[in-house]
């Protein structure tokens, strides 16, 4: 779930940014006793994300206006499906209509692709993750998507774990320290449940990544022979992350060599928004 604080945040902020002075159109034109019903349709297949946010919208918006949620996060829907109704004043439902949809659409297309990477490795043990290359400010929403697609959440900050990347290593490098000994220095100043990655780009790497107490090993950009002799080196003291390279084209190929983590930014940095509207009748 999605942390309320965040959540009605986050909206109000979008609907703060749609209407900072209130909706001309709406005010101007339809009388403040108009009534309306509306369906959210699916004009596409696909799996549904964020329905709280929907319904936070029309809520924030106007207190009066009901929302009934015909769709949990993670049903699969065909096109024509009505996902959700709402009710209420027609000004409120018009002036909170394009972000609660641009939010559904959002998410929802996330969902969808992740749901599409999930199938694709199923039955060989492999999880598809996603990354923190998520649109800033709406990383819970994207992050509660990819849950809601079947994928699993990496880190979700720069607080939360460690993940020593190449960046990282080339400053070590270029002091002269050796991986290993840099890595057990680390994690001495660590509290002793910080889980910590690290990032790989070549097979010689690994041997110091677990000599200097790495918990994860990602590999990152290896081929496909590569990352099988990867997992055969690693033998299960680590998990073994791989990155890179990855699409539906290549995912499966890419879990078959015994990884146990696949993580993918183009879960949230390339999934396109998905076609649902919502068909306002006025009473």
Same mark, same amino acid.
């Given at each position: 779930?999605?942390?309320?604080?965040?959540?009605?945040?986050?909206?109000? @902020? @979008?609907?703060?940014?749609?209407?900072?002075?209130?909706?001309?159109?709406?005010?101007?034109?339809?009388?403040?006793?108009?009534?309306?019903?509306?369906?959210?349709?699916?004009?596409?297949?696909?799996?549904?994300?964020?329905?709280?946010?929907?319904?936070?919208?029309?809520?924030?918006?106007?207190?009066?206006?009901?929302?009934?949620?015909?769709?949990?996060?993670?049903?699969?829907?065909?096109?024509?499906?009505?996902?959700?109704?709402?009710?209420?004043?027609?000004?409120?439902?018009?002036?909170?209509?394009?972000?609660?949809?641009?939010?559904?659409?959002?998410?929802?297309?996330?969902?969808?692709?992740?749901?599409?990477?999930?199938?694709?490795?199923?039955?060989?043990?492999?999880?598809?993750?996603?990354?923190?290359?998520?649109?800033?400010?709406?990383?819970?929403?994207?992050?509660?998507?990819?849950?809601?697609?079947?994928?699993?959440?990496?880190?979700?900050?720069?607080?939360?774990?460690?993940?020593?990347?190449?960046?990282?290593?080339?400053?070590?490098?270029?002091?002269?320290?050796?991986?290993?000994?840099?890595?057990? @220095?680390?994690?001495?100043?660590?509290?002793?449940?910080?889980?910590?990655?690290?990032?790989?780009?070549?097979?010689?790497?690994?041997?110091?990544?677990?000599?200097?107490?790495?918990?994860?090993?990602?590999?990152?950009?290896?081929?496909?022979?590569?990352?099988?002799?990867?997992?055969?080196?690693?033998?299960?003291?680590?998990?073994?992350?791989?990155?890179?390279?990855?699409?539906?084209?290549?995912?499966?190929?890419?879990?078959?060599?015994?990884?146990?983590?696949?993580?993918?930014?183009?879960?949230?940095?390339?999934?396109?928004?998905?076609?649902?509207?919502?068909?306002?009748?006025?009473?």
């Amino acid at each position: 779930m999605i942390p309320q604080p965040i959540l009605t945040r986050t909206v109000q @902020a @979008a609907l703060e940014e749609d209407a900072p002075w209130g909706d001309l159109t709406s005010t101007a034109f339809l009388p403040e006793d108009a009534h309306a019903t509306a369906d959210l349709v699916a004009r596409e297949p696909g799996v549904f994300s964020g329905g709280d946010v929907f319904a936070a919208a029309f809520a924030l918006t106007d207190p009066g206006i009901a929302v009934e949620l015909r769709a949990a996060d993670g049903y699969r829907f065909g096109a024509g499906e009505a996902l959700a109704s709402v009710s209420g004043p027609a000004r409120g439902i018009l002036t909170a209509e394009r972000v609660a949809l641009n939010f559904a659409q959002r998410m929802s297309g996330i969902a969808t692709v992740t749901a599409e990477y999930a199938a694709a490795v199923a039955g060989t043990g492999a999880r598809i993750a996603d990354t923190r290359k998520t649109t800033p400010g709406l990383r819970a929403f994207e992050r509660h998507a990819v849950r809601s697609g079947g994928g699993s959440n990496h880190r979700r900050t720069l607080s939360d774990a460690v993940m020593a990347k190449d960046n990282h290593l080339a400053v070590l490098r270029a002091r002269g320290l050796d991986l290993a000994e840099a890595l057990r @220095a680390g994690i001495a100043r660590l509290p002793h449940t910080t889980h910590v990655v690290v990032e790989v780009d070549r097979l010689d790497q690994i041997e110091a990544a677990l000599a200097g107490g790495a918990h994860t090993v990602m590999l990152d950009n290896f081929s496909l022979d590569d990352l099988r002799a990867g997992v055969e080196r690693i033998a299960g003291r680590a998990l073994v992350e791989a990155s890179g390279g990855v699409h539906l084209g290549t995912v499966r190929a890419i879990a078959e060599t015994g990884v146990d983590v696949i993580s993918v930014g183009a879960l949230t940095h390339s999934a396109r928004a998905l076609d649902l509207g919502l068909d306002v009748r006025i009473d």
